[in-house]
């Protein structure tokens, strides 16, 4: 569900029983995580700009949550962001794993293609996580989530041009033996449980930390075909070790391994089809209600699909390794990171009860097809360096960034035996407008076009991959003019090169070659030439189509898949100024530009090449500007800020389905504008109030 996604939206929280910013369950590990926060002062401490900083000093629109935040709020994964962040905004259609879509500011890269990287950057623990579906396990064991508003790219790189999330993970404590455990009942039989223990193995030098998390619930919604949708099963264990032999250099190592088996996402049908009332489905055989017995408001209130069963499989593991070594006056930081994720879903997207088509998994019928999957492999290396000069006025940060990517997908659609009758249902209009009767082509003119050759169980296995490579250079620096005014300047060069493939392991589609080469369609004069294109178009499905068969390709018939193999090169300047003055010790004010970027790429979809298309999508550019002001008030117990912001894009990425097939393309120009403001009110040690609103 959509809350206010474009025009305005409000999160509210009232976190009672423990100061604000304070984990009640670790409260002296808490105090020795980087001093990330200072509970006697109410100090919030962020690396936004990767520096410790002040949350108030920080000339970004930034809000910080913590572990208690969090839990109080019920936020157990990124999807629940929207609870405590106005701004911020999660959906999926179809599959999780690859249908996510982030916003910010109500902008964000739609999902389904894998091509397509998120216009919000999500980084654990300093590593880049490349697609939103990676990030979507449980918030295990974390000390801090920022969520940084607008585009962030010249610090946090890769494709930051909405935002960025900088989620912290708790470090092993080196100085003693701590642990916790928790765990929830819910309705739908919710079971959630955490727990975690951490311990030195050389007092003051080297610690051990282990966490794990689990959690299951029935889902919340049931198709009249007996599936359900949106339920949870999932696990993750996290292992750590920190080694600090002296003050000036510290190692810290970590792995992860997390795994999900969930169903999601069938849809609610709201509005009937109007094939429905002029009785299509029932003039060529099929239920007179296409497959969907339940629709509009009563649907929706109980929550009734009418789609069959849907699965989603989530695999992947991860290795990180952050090395921060003193060097005199600077420090140097390296951070090393390899993911490595698999995802798998199969469903019968038709979202009604009829077997229409499904896909991704193969069959025993068809032993060309095979199951589906996507692929992500990732390593990166960033290496920066910070200091002051000039007695502190200036502050330096200087680094490099380097990213692999390896993309390997595989999609198979089949077609089921309802199909021909479901399309020749779409034909109802334009046969009764062209011949007058309906079936004056039969009881199944899909299949009268085809030669009398069957769709059911016609399919193809298409597979493509993308191998990209990033490297970057930056600078963020900040030079303090006077005690109340200071300028922060940043820039960053990248240089993105991709390769992507497209190619098809095995297909069968006899109907389709069966209208490609019908006479009574393609001699020109023939009564039934004007349904050609129909035909064509319903018929040779392009996800279930051959490739190079006869009308492959022609003017007439476009969409039906072509292999394709290209090479995508850019690079991109972007850079940031910001303007602070500061005239009062509870009042810092800021005014900024950034010019932001997203990376293009390849259209991943079978048919992304069809008709000697393109598949290259080209990179989007973002102009953006922003004044705030962030205040304390009340003897410090309140905190409001505000940030107005306008953001002008370019060739913003789109991703849209026709009907037959997923077209990425760029839009000239798109625009957000807005405001936000955060309140934040002490009303006393036990008792706070956080209140957000953005328009």
């Known amino acids: 569900m959509k809350k206010f996604e474009l025009f305005g939206a409000t999160a509210i929280a009232l976190l009672a029983a423990t100061p604000a910013f304070a984990q009640s369950e670790e409260p002296a590990q808490q105090a020795a995580q980087d001093a990330e926060e200072d509970v006697a002062t109410d100090e919030i401490i962020v690396t936004a700009t990767l520096r410790s900083e002040n949350l108030q000093s920080v000339p970004i629109a930034v809000t910080a949550f913590n572990t208690a935040t969090l839990e109080k709020a019920g936020v157990r994964d990124i999807r629940s962001l929207d609870q405590v962040s106005a701004s911020f905004n999660l959906n999926s259609s179809q599959t999780e794993s690859g249908g996510t879509t982030l916003r910010v500011r109500g902008v964000g890269t739609t999902g389904n293609n894998t091509g397509l990287e998120s216009a919000v950057g999500i980084f654990l623990d300093g590593v880049y996580l490349s697609r939103p579906g990676i990030a979507l396990g449980d918030l295990l064991d974390v000390s801090q989530v920022e969520l940084l508003r607008g585009p962030q790219g010249t610090l946090f790189g890769r494709n930051t041009s909405a935002g960025a999330l900088n989620i912290k993970t708790l470090k092993p404590n080196l100085n003693k033996f701590e642990g916790f455990a928790n765990g929830t009942y819910g309705n739908y039989d919710l079971i959630n449980l955490q727990g975690g223990i951490s311990a030195p193995l050389v007092d003051g030098i080297l610690g051990v930390?282990?966490?794990?998390?689990?959690?299951?619930?029935?889902?919340?919604?049931?198709?009249?075909?007996?599936?359900?949708?949106?339920?949870?099963?999932?696990?993750?264990?996290?292992?750590?070790?920190?080694?600090?032999?002296?003050?000036?250099?510290?190692?810290?190592?970590?792995?992860?391994?997390?795994?999900?088996?969930?169903?999601?996402?069938?849809?609610?049908?709201?509005?009937?089809?109007?094939?429905?009332?002029?009785?299509?489905?029932?003039?060529?055989?099929?239920?007179?209600?296409?497959?969907?017995?339940?629709?509009?408001?009563?649907?929706?209130?109980?929550?009734?699909?009418?789609?069959?069963?849907?699965?989603?499989?989530?695999?992947?593991?991860?290795?990180?390794?952050?090395?921060?070594?003193?060097?005199?006056?600077?420090?140097?930081?390296?951070?090393?990171?390899?993911?490595?994720?698999?995802?798998?879903?199969?469903?019968?997207?038709?979202?009604?009860?009829?077997?229409?088509?499904?896909?991704?998994?193969?069959?025993?019928?068809?032993?060309?097809?095979?199951?589906?999957?996507?692929?992500?492999?990732?390593?990166?290396?960033?290496?920066?360096?910070?200091?002051?000069?000039?007695?502190?006025?200036?502050?330096?940060?200087?680094?490099?960034?380097?990213?692999?990517?390896?993309?390997?997908?595989?999609?198979?659609?089949?077609?089921?035996?309802?199909?021909?009758?479901?399309?020749?249902?779409?034909?109802?209009?334009?046969?009764?407008?062209?011949?007058?009767?309906?079936?004056?082509?039969?009881?199944?003119?899909?299949?009268?076009?085809?030669?009398?050759?069957?769709?059911?169980?016609?399919?193809?296995?298409?597979?493509?991959?993308?191998?990209?490579?990033?490297?970057?250079?930056?600078?963020?620096?900040?030079?303090?003019?006077t005690e109340r005014f200071a300028f922060n300047f940043g820039l960053r060069y990248s240089d993105d090169r991709k390769v992507g493939k497209g190619f098809q392991l095995a297909a069968n589609s006899p109907a389709c070659i069966g209208v490609l080469t019908n006479p009574a369609l393609t001699t020109a004069g023939s009564p039934l030439a004007a349904f050609f294109p129909l035909a064509a178009g319903l018929t040779c499905f392009p996800f279930s189509t051959q490739q190079n068969i006869p009308g492959a390709g022609t003017p007439a018939n476009p969409i039906v898949p072509a292999p394709f193999s290209s090479v995508y090169k850019n690079d991109q300047l972007v850079y940031t100024g910001k303007l602070t003055w500061k005239p009062k010790d509870n009042i810092n004010t800021y005014a900024s530009f950034t010019r932001g970027y997203k990376a293009g790429g390849f259209n991943l979809d079978p048919t992304a090449a069809a008709g000697g298309a393109d598949p290259r999508f080209r990179p989007e550019t973002v102009n953006a500007y922003e004044v705030g002001i962030k205040t304390k008030l009340i003897n410090n117990s309140v905190t409001a800020n505000?940030?107005?912001?306008?953001?002008?894009?370019?060739?913003?990425?789109?991703?849209?389905?026709?009907?037959?097939?997923?077209?990425?393309?760029?839009?000239?120009?798109?625009?957000?504008?807005?405001?936000?403001?955060?309140?934040?009110?002490?009303?006393?040690?036990?008792?706070?109030t956080n209140i957000a609103y953005t328009f």
């Not at 026709?658 to 036990?686: D, H, M, W, Y």
């Open 209 to 481: 930390r282990i966490s794990g998390a689990y959690r299951n619930q029935d889902g919340f919604q049931r198709s009249t075909t007996g599936a359900e949708s949106n339920d949870r099963n999932r696990y993750i264990v996290r292992g750590q070790l920190l080694w600090e032999p002296n003050s000036d250099f510290s190692l810290r190592l970590i792995a992860d391994y997390q795994k999900s088996k969930e169903k999601c996402c069938d849809a609610v049908i709201i509005q009937d089809t109007s094939l429905v009332a002029a009785g299509a489905y029932a003039v060529y055989g099929l239920p007179a209600n296409g497959g969907a017995s339940a629709t509009g408001l009563s649907a929706f209130k109980s929550r009734t699909t009418n789609g069959q069963q849907f699965f989603d499989r989530i695999r992947q593991y991860g290795v990180s390794a952050e090395i921060n070594y003193k060097l005199g006056n600077a420090d140097l930081v390296s951070v090393t990171g390899y993911r490595d994720s698999r995802s798998s879903s199969q469903q019968e997207t038709d979202f009604v009860g009829l077997n229409v088509f499904s896909t991704g998994q193969g069959s025993t019928a068809n032993p060309g097809t095979r199951d589906g999957f996507t692929k992500i492999k990732t390593f990166s290396q960033e290496l920066r360096i910070s200091g002051s000069a000039l007695e502190d006025k200036f502050q330096y940060l200087v680094g490099g960034y380097y990213s692999d990517e390896r993309i390997d997908e595989q999609a198979t659609l089949t077609l089921g035996p309802d199909y021909q009758r479901y399309i020749s249902a779409n034909f109802f209009p334009f046969l009764v407008g062209a011949l007058g009767n309906p079936l004056a082509l039969g009881p199944n003119p899909a299949l009268t076009l085809a030669q009398g050759r069957s769709a059911a169980g016609n399919f193809a296995t298409n597979g493509d991959s993308q191998n990209g490579r990033n490297l970057s250079i930056f600078t963020n620096n900040t030079f303090k003019i």
């Open 642 to 688: 505000l940030a107005i912001f306008k953001q002008d894009l370019e060739n913003f990425q789109v991703l849209e389905f026709t009907g037959v097939q997923f077209v990425t393309f760029n839009v000239a120009k798109a625009k957000a504008t807005g405001a936000e403001l955060e309140l934040n009110a002490r009303i006393s040690p036990e008792f706070s």
